[in-house]
C-alpha cells in the first residue's frame, strides 16, 4: 500500500523556517517524481515545488522561489520541504505527492500537515 506521511509542520512567526518531512513507504521511492502543494483556508490547492527522481531537477512556484528549498533522499524515502523567510500567506496545508509514471497527474496525496505563519 503506497502511504505518504507528512510532519513538520507549526506555528512560527512571520521570517520564520520550517522543515516538513514526506516519509513514503510502500511502492519503489526512487522511481518517481514528487511534489508539495499547498492549500490555505477558502482557496483551491496551489503547486509549491516539485523534484526529480534523482533530486538533480527541482521546480518552484514564483510564490515560494528564493525562500523554499526542495530536497530528498532516496536512502530515506524521503522528501523534504524547507521553508525560510515565511510569510502570512504561507500559511496553508502542506501536502506532498506522487506523480505518476509517465504523467503530469499526481496518484497518491499524504494527509498533510498544517503550517500557520503568525505573529
Known amino acids: 500500500e503506497v502511504q505518504l506521511v507528512e510532519s513538520g509542520g507549526g506555528m512560527v512567526q512571520p521570517g520564520g523556517s520550517l522543515r516538513l518531512s514526506c516519509a513514503a513507504s510502500?511502492?519503489?521511492?526512487?522511481?518517481?517524481?514528487m511534489s508539495w502543494v499547498r492549500q490555505a483556508p477558502g482557496k483551491g490547492p496551489e503547486w509549491v515545488s516539485a523534484?526529480?527522481?534523482?533530486?538533480?531537477?527541482?521546480y518552484y512556484a514564483d510564490s515560494v522561489k528564493g525562500r523554499f528549498t526542495i530536497s530528498r533522499d532516496n536512502a530515506k524515502n524521503t522528501v523534504y520541504l524547507e521553508m525560510n523567510s515565511l510569510l502570512p500567506e504561507d500559511t496553508a496545508g502542506y501536502y506532498c505527492?506522487?506523480?505518476?509514471?509517465?504523467?503530469?497527474?499526481?496518484?497518491?496525496w499524504g494527509q498533510g500537515t498544517q503550517v500557520t505563519v503568525s505573529s
Open positions: 505527492a506522487r506523480r505518476r509514471l509517465g504523467s503530469d497527474e499526481y496518484d497518491h
Open positions: 510502500g511502492f519503489t521511492f526512487s522511481s518517481y517524481d
Open positions: 523534484i526529480n527522481t534523482g533530486g538533480g531537477s527541482t
